[in-house]
């Protein structure tokens, strides 16, 4: 029936068509298939003009998801998302609109029919309005768009595979080995050095500073020597401490010993002993948050962190909806992308900032200390501390705890404190502390989102003319300040403020602060104006500054597009210019950048001018700067750091950057093991030039396997696995593929890492007994070409599996031909270990 119509509508259309058309240009009627990409596609009545064809603009739409709208008189009007993009295509006008973009059409490439109402674009000019291309064939009588990546259809099937892979995720990383910690009597050697030299006086006016480290008893000890002003005067002061940590233990997971921090609010150091249940480094994951909202009904919301979709939902019948997130301690900020029912985009952000101080719900954590001050004055002779915080809520923490100080010559002092940590909503938090005789503070803090921030903090404090918690004299201090930025695409465009007022027995300051953001391709800008308003600084002053920092493009050339270019003015309303200063920065080698520049301050003969001279190596860090003031000679400094390491296990020194002290490293080799028993065998090659990932840090095994990775935290587990790309085969794969492993303070640990061929499977035709074999790729992934229709079992080889110490249910399954061909993908083995 079809290819009897079809005739009938060409005839009938171009009796409608051809009066007084000229013959080249006469539209021809033709039927096409219209397809989008390799998305969907439909049959559509359309016209030829010369070798382009004319599209049914509405129909096409439709197709591609554009919302539109055609009036009777044939003006089509669309509204493209993300961007709220106005498309205007009018019959009676020579351009077609789409946004700021304008495409010029001529007349016979435009076409209007009033019943049915249709309009009819040549497809190339439309190509070039949207910014897609067609591709007609008028041997196939098709017209398809190439890249519709750009069209709303596009966008909405990116949106709901990012989502099936969301659902498909699996529930977190799990390692297949956990290796907790080691507690050797000892191990490990970490040396410490620095020193800071003035040209002036090499050696005798020097400074100096050397520490020892090892693991002891499973334990940081730790030692450092610093000297007390220039080395000439022989002067050392020494701290010595030891730290433990026990990540399971419910009532003790810290102890430390010697030169420590108190526990408590207000941290200070003392010599003796300091103890908690608190986790030696806290888990960054609070726990989950509602996120809600309203949208109008048939929306459908999605929520981004870092890229990365976390969440989806769709708004109910009432236009709700309402996402739980996994928050961390900080800034959680989080981009919103909504989506209506005919292509519409919104976007969207909100923030929500966990307080440092908030615990878990229901948990628990006390902190107690006590010792000697490190150096008696009348501040202390010794100081003890007993804190206790408790996770009321989930956005609600309470805390209370006491401080004593033992002196001299003067009374004693005890301050009892409590207080108050709280998140009432995602947008506000606030804080709140009681001292005993010391002071009273409150803080409130609201932040909707990462473009709007304000914030207040209110010090009162007790009159004490001795107090060892705050200056003396100083009765309170009241802190404002704001960020403000328009727009969230453009990042460095924001304003800023701040207002402090301090209040004291030698009268009140108060000093203001406004500044902005301002970038362009080429430059930063950032201007302020500040104010002093204070008897204690001799009256009131006014200031007005500007730092610009110059952004590096390739097209400046091969030296400048690596140079950073940074300056800065200030001047006051009464006295005029106050200081500049100009730099350049450039980098010379490898780890090693050279800055020149001049500064000048009212009061100066003249500017000075610098010359810094930073490198950074494997081995140690280093700072050169000499300077050369007005009317003095040119003086220099040289300051170095690095750090010596001693691996117990493979008797070698090695070197780092530092500081080194109480940190950790991981070593060991990479290696193919033939016979996959999870040991180095004699015969077993090594693995070179493997990428070895280790957290977020990474090594490559050199000629004999062997990799090296310094500067972890210790105590805390550290995942480890192989880069598969960097494998020479891709038949490769570690026979572990993710190991948690505990690395111990001061010193190396040792991992080995075996790597085997992929698993070996068998396929079995159940009908003829034939069998084949393949092997996975380093993924885990697998295919076969060539495999006929019937009955197949695929299984692990039972060699594989007893190596492994794993089993695996065979997989049965049919293949039978289709309108495809042959074929059968998401075949899945689970390996279930034994033990």
Not at 207 to 236: C, F, H, K, N, W
Not at 385 to 398: C, E, F, H, I, K
Request: charged share 20%.
């Amino acid at each position: 029936m079809f290819l009897v119509q079809a005739p009938l509508l060409l005839v009938a259309a171009l009796h409608v068509s051809l009066h007084q058309v000229p013959r080249d240009t006469a539209p021809e009627a033709v039927v096409i298939d219209l397809r989008i990409g390799r998305i969907t596609g439909t049959t559509v009545q359309a016209y030829r003009v010369r070798s382009e064809v004319l599209l049914p603009l509405s129909q096409f739409f439709q197709l591609a998801e554009i919302r539109h709208r055609l009036t009777p008189d044939g003006r089509l009007e669309a509204t493209v998302d993300p961007g709220n993009r106005r498309i205007v295509i009018d019959p009676r006008s020579d351009s077609m609109e789409y946004g700021n973009r304008r495409v010029h059409i001529e007349r016979e490439f435009i076409r209007f029919e009033a019943s049915p109402p249709e309009l009819y674009v040549g497809s190339e000019r439309l190509g070039d309005l949207l910014g897609v291309m067609f591709v007609v064939d008028w041997s196939d009588l098709t017209a398809t768009v190439v890249d519709p990546s750009t069209l709303p259809i596009a966008r909405r099937l990116r949106r709901e595979a990012a989502r099936e892979a969301y659902l498909r995720r699996p529930d977190g990383i799990r390692p297949d080995i956990i290796l907790g910690l080691q507690r050797p009597s000892w191990d490990g050697v970490v040396i410490d050095y620095s020193l800071f030299s003035p040209s002036t006086d090499p050696l005798a006016g020097s400074t100096y500073g050397v520490g020892v480290g090892a693991d002891v008893g499973g334990g940081s000890l730790a030692m450092l020597g610093q000297s007390v002003g220039p080395a000439e005067l022989g002067r050392v002061h020494i701290d010595a401490s030891w730290t433990g940590v026990w990540r399971e233990n419910r009532w003790v997971k810290q102890l430390h010993l010697g030169d420590v921090p108190s526990s408590g609010p207000r941290s200070r150091a003392l010599e003796g002993i300091a103890m908690t249940n608190a986790p030696f480094v806290r888990p960054s994951l609070v726990g989950s948050l509602r996120y809600a909202g309203s949208l109008e009904p048939g929306w459908s919301v999605e929520a981004y962190r870092g890229g990365e979709l976390v969440a989806f939902d769709s708004a109910t019948a009432s236009g709700g909806f309402a996402i739980d997130l996994p928050v961390r301690y900080g800034e959680n900020p989080v981009d919103f992308v909504a989506y209506g029912p005919f292509g519409e985009v919104r976007e969207f952000n909100r923030t929500y900032r966990v307080l440092n101080e908030l615990l878990p719900a229901r948990r628990l954590e006390y902190g107690l200390s006590g010792g000697r001050c490190p150096q008696p004055s009348f501040t202390c002779n010794a100081t003890g501390n007993l804190d206790l915080r408790y996770g009321a809520s989930r956005r609600w923490t309470v805390q209370g705890g006491v401080d004593q100080f033992w002196r001299d010559s003067l009374p004693d002092r005890t301050h009892p404190y409590v207080a108050v940590v709280g998140n009432p909503t995602n947008a506000w938090s606030t804080q709140g502390e009681l001292v005993g005789a010391g002071f009273a503070r409150g803080a409130l803090r609201y932040e909707p989102s990462v473009d709007l921030r304000f914030e207040g903090e209110y010090m009162h404090f007790a009159h004490d003319s001795a107090s060892v918690l705050a200056v003396p004299g100083l009765r309170d201090q009241m802190t404002l300040t704001g960020f403000w930025r328009p727009t969230t695409t453009h990042g460095f465009f924001f304003f800023d403020g701040r207002l402090e007022r301090i209040r004291s027995d030698a009268g009140v300051l108060t000093r203001t602060r406004l500044g902005a953001s301002l970038q362009t391709d080429e430059v930063r800008i950032l201007p302020y104006l500040r104010t002093e308003h204070g008897q204690a600084i001799g009256g009131d002053r006014e200031f007005a500054g500007l730092s610009t920092f110059m952004m590096p493009r390739p097209r400046w050339g091969a030296f400048l597009s690596q140079t950073l270019l940074r300056t800065s003015t200030e001047v006051e309303r009464q006295a005029g210019l106050v200081s500049w200063s100009a730099f350049a920065a450039h980098p010379v080698a490898r780890g090693v950048r050279v800055e020149v520049g001049a500064h000048w301050q009212r009061g100066d003969a003249g500017p000075t001018y610098t010359v810094t001279i930073t490198s950074y190596f494997s081995a140690l860090r280093s700072v050169t700067s000499a300077s050369a003031p007005p009317g003095q000679p040119v003086t220099a400094t040289q300051f170095v750091q690095g750090s010596v390491l001693w691996n117990r296990r493979t008797d070698r020194l090695g070197v780092a950057p530092g500081p080194s002290l109480e940190r950790s490293g991981l070593s060991g080799r990479v290696y193919l093991d033939l016979n996959a028993n999870g040991s180095r065998d004699a015969g077993e090659p090594a693995i070179v030039n493997a990428r070895v990932l280790v957290g977020s840090l990474s090594a490559r095994t050199d000629s004999a396997g062997a990799y090296r990775v310094w500067d972890l935290v210790p105590f805390e587990p550290v995942m480890v696995s192989i880069d598969s790309l960097s494998l020479e085969s891709p038949l490769l794969v570690p026979l572990f593929a993710r190991t948690s492993i505990v690395p111990g303070p001061n010193r190396f640990r040792s991992l080995d890492i075996p790597v085997v061929g992929g698993v070996t499977l068998i396929l079995t035709d159940r009908q003829r007994g034939l069998q084949r074999t393949l092997v996975t790729f380093n993924d885990g992934g697998f295919y076969l070409m060539g495999v006929k229709p019937g009955d197949y079992e695929l299984a692990v080889d039972g060699r594989v599996l007893d190596a492994l110490a794993v089993d695996a249910e065979p997989l049965r399954f049919s293949l039978a031909p289709t309108a495809n061909g042959i074929g059968r993908d998401g075949l899945e083995l689970r390996l279930k270990s034994r033990f």
